[in-house]
């Protein structure tokens, strides 16, 4: 990795973790995330033994580059609720 960067990406939500995704191909790549998990918005929490979103999230059918990106990463079959 010789020609690459070291890039520090600040933020671990979709948006920060695509750009990891995409860079870490040819560079060193270091995420940082202040909160507990990964996710930002799409992270979730329990309220009273209940698990909850923080954010509602949704996909539809033309929504080409996330489903594409789900496939790559092998989750593209575990969208149950999707609207696909």
């Known amino acids: 990795m010789s020609e ?3 890039i520090a990406i ?3 939500g979709y948006t920060g973790m695509v750009a990891a995704h995409d860079l870490c191909r040819k560079h ?3 995420l940082y995330e202040r ?3 990964l996710g930002g918005l ?6 009273h ?3 909850l979103e923080r954010a509602y999230h949704h996909l ?3 929504d080409k ?3 594409q990106l789900a496939e790559q990463l092998g989750i593209g079959g575990n969208c149950d609720g999707c609207l696909l």
């Open 4 to 6: 690459g960067r070291r």
């Open 10 to 12: 600040l933020g671990g």
């Open 28 to 30: 060193d790549v270091t």
């Open 35 to 37: 909160s507990h998990s």
């Open 42 to 47: 799409a992270d979730d929490f329990t309220l």
């Open 49 to 51: 033994g209940t698990p």
């Open 60 to 62: 539809f059918r033309s």
């Open 65 to 67: 580059d996330i489903i």
